[in-house]
């Protein structure tokens, strides 16, 4: 089975902009979970979707967000770029089980963000 | 809430001695505890997780964590250290309540493996 898949894997932007990320799950995952990675803050939780739903949310300010499609492919969007949004944004994607929390997830190589 | 801290950003060790990372949990409920490796400009990749069913998990690549309940801990262990896991190491909790699918991570372990 092919992995999870992000594209694109390096970006530049500047302040101001905004930007979408797509991330592709693996095949029959239907949960997509999105992780920010900064060397200050390490990794944080942004949001979860599962059947083109929103589940669970992080503490990002509203200029983060995203959604699912049918095909459980996920875009995550951020408006208004700041310097500090310069981080490795992770996607996951997740078996629906009955495990919920015990869900494995399975990570993508990320995209890297600059914002210049 | 959950939490995790993880015992030194940066561990080496020899190549052949044991190699141990430290995690601790914080908990108010019965956790899903994980450990992942991240290699350069790559994303995470399981090591292995614990789910309750047994203390004692074997993972990937000879390495194994025992959950201990009394100590909150859920500590990292290879025998015998490898050129090849030269990594950073994340512990990570998810709550064993509700559905959501959202992993708690500590601040990462470097490991590094001198020859």
């Known amino acids: 089975k092919a992995g999870v898949t992000q594209t694109p894997r390096y970006l530049i932007k500047t302040r101001g902009q905004q930007v979408t990320l797509s991330c592709s799950p693996i095949s029959g995952h239907r949960s997509v979970s999105w992780y920010q990675q900064t060397p200050g803050q390490g990794l944080q939780f942004l949001f979860e979707y599962f059947s083109e739903t929103q589940r669970n949310k992080g503490n990002f300010p509203g200029r983060f967000s995203g959604r699912q499609f049918s095909n459980s492919r996920s875009e995550m969007n951020v408006s208004t770029l700041e310097l500090g949004d310069s981080a490795l944004y992770l996607c996951?994607?997740?078996?629906?089980?009955?495990?919920?929390?015990?869900?494995?997830?399975?990570f993508g190589p990320g995209t890297r963000l600059t914002v210049l | 809430a959950q939490s995790v801290t993880q015992l030194g950003s940066h561990v080496s060790v020899s190549e052949g001695a044991l190699v141990l990372l430290r995690c601790n949990y914080s908990?108010?409920?019965?956790?899903?505890l994980f450990w992942y490796v991240q290699y350069p400009n790559q994303g995470l990749q399981l090591l292995l997780k614990y789910t309750s069913a047994a203390t004692l998990v074997k993972g990937i690549n000879g390495f194994e964590a025992e959950f201990k309940k009394s100590e909150t801990s859920f500590h990292l262990t290879k025998p015998s250290a490898h050129m090849s896991d030269a990594a950073e190491y994340f512990c990570?909790?998810?709550?064993?309540?509700?559905?959501?699918?959202?992993?708690?991570f500590g601040s990462g372990t470097q490991l590094t493996v001198l020859p």
């Open positions: 996951a994607s997740s078996p629906v089980t009955s495990g919920g929390p015990a869900d494995t997830q399975y």
């Open positions: 990570a909790v998810s709550a064993q309540t509700g559905s959501a699918r959202q992993l708690t």
């Open positions: 908990s108010s409920v019965p956790p899903y």
